[in-house]
Nanobody, 126 residues
Framework: QVQLVESGGGAARPGDSLRLSCAASGRTVVRSTFTMGWFRQAPGKEREFVAAINRAGTTDYVDSVKGRFTISRDNVKDTVYLQINRLRPEDTAVYYC??????????????????WGQGTQVTVSA
């Protein structure tokens, strides 16, 4: 069983930066072959893929966040991060961390990930 706990969300202004963290426990998921991902769900919208990092450290991003979001992992701490720069109001959402045994690179979808955290709220407003 894998447990994922997100932190680092909160209220921010447009242009600010936030760093979200996802601590994994139960299994050494970050040090193993797991791919870790971040999704977000805005009010009234479907949960959408944001970023993923596989065991080789290769990253994938949805086009709308490229250049502003950076996903990284610390295999010693079993933690995955999402650095969000130049926040926009449309980034407002609950951000979820997820883990999957799938590897490689692909067009990641919610169905690819079997373990999820509870989410952390990010609210961007002036």
């Amino acid at each position: 069983q894998v447990q994922l706990v997100e932190s680092g969300g909160g209220a921010a202004r447009p242009g600010d930066s936030l760093r979200l963290s996802c601590a994994a426990s139960g299994r050494t998921v970050v040090r193993s072959t797991f791919t870790m991902g971040w999704f977000r769900q805005a009010p009234g919208k479907e949960r959408e893929f944001v970023a993923a990092i596989n065991r080789a450290g290769t990253t994938d991003y949805v086009d709308s966040v490229k250049g502003r979001f950076t996903i990284s992992r610390d295999n010693v701490k079993d933690t995955v991060y999402l650095q969000i720069n130049r926040l926009r109001p449309e980034d407002t959402a609950v951000y979820y961390c997820a883990a999957t045994i799938l590897g490689g690179r692909r067009t990641w979808t919610r169905a690819d990930f079997g373990s999820w955290g509870q989410g952390t709220q990010v609210t961007v407003s002036a």
